[in-house]
């Protein structure tokens, strides 16, 4: 069984930055690729970034630019670096594959961009 545990959410004025990490179980190097999701209040959960083992990365158009994706093999974790934020970023970010496995959703972090 995998456990993905996400942190580094919080509370942050437009244009503020956070970096979410999210912590594997297991070594990170048996997943080629990964991805960052997010949930806001009444929407569906989207997939915002990804990155592939090789270094690959993609980005929705709305975060393109700002949201970086990282991963550390080292480390077993991956990284969401969000500069600008804005308050349509608010959600609770969650990490998993590209195409999610059910049982793997950890609680998320949440991330609320306000005044």
């Known amino acids: 069984q995998v456990q993905f545990v996400e942190s580094g959410g919080g509370l942050v004025q437009p244009g503020g930055s956070l970096r979410l990490s999210c912590t594997i179980s297991g070594s990170i190097s048996r997943f080629y690729e990964l991805g960052w999701y997010r949930q806001a209040p009444g929407n569906q959960r989207e997939l915002v970034a990804r990155?592939?083992?090789?270094?690959?990365?993609v980005y929705v158009d709305s975060v393109k630019g700002r949201f970086t994706i990282s991963r550390d093999s080292a480390k077993n974790t991956m990284y969401l670096q969000m500069n600008s934020l804005q308050p349509e970023d608010t959600a609770v970010y969650y990490c998993n594959l590209p195409a999610p496995v059910r049982s793997w959703w950890g609680q998320g972090t949440q991330v609320t961009v306000s005044l």
């Open positions: 990155c592939r083992s090789d270094g690959t990365t």
